[in-house]
């Protein structure tokens, strides 16, 4: 069964970075465009990041910009993201998710009814 999984998340003090990993099992992260996605009880979930199957092309909420960085370790079949300088706003439950193709521009990318495969999610929680 194809299953992803988050992990990486916490509690960090404003300004404070964490990096959060997505890991696959059942399947090969390199078939897929990654995105990570965040949600916060009460709203919709929320596009962060996404990254293509090759890895050449990355997207972003403007919210993270320069703050958060997607990158692919195709050895290890891992997605991290990188998170910098947080803010009490980017507390969410994030979650990973495998796109239904492969190349992907930034209007795809950012469409959460295009990913399936969905992981169960990782809590950062950024205190002022």
């Known amino acids: 069964e194809a299953q992803l999984v988050e992990s990486g998340g916490g509690l960090v003090q404003a300004g404070g970075s964490l990096r959060l990993s997505c890991a696959a099992s059942g399947f090969a992260l390199d078939d897929y465009a990654i995105g990570w996605f965040r949600q916060v009880p009460g709203k919709e979930r929320e596009f962060v990041a996404a990254i293509s199957w090759t890895g050449g092309a990355t997207y972003y909420a403007d919210s993270v910009k320069g703050r958060f960085t997607i990158s692919r370790d195709g050895a290890k079949n891992t997605i991290h993201l990188q998170m910098n300088s947080l803010k009490p706003e980017d507390t969410a439950v994030y979650y990973c998710?495998?796109?239904?193709?492969?190349?992907?521009?930034?209007?795809?990318?950012?469409?959460?009814?295009?990913?399936?495969?969905w992981g169960q999610g990782t809590q950062v929680t950024v205190s002022s």
């Open positions: 998710g495998g796109h239904r193709y492969r190349y992907i521009n930034a209007i795809q990318a950012a469409a959460v009814t295009e990913y399936q495969h």
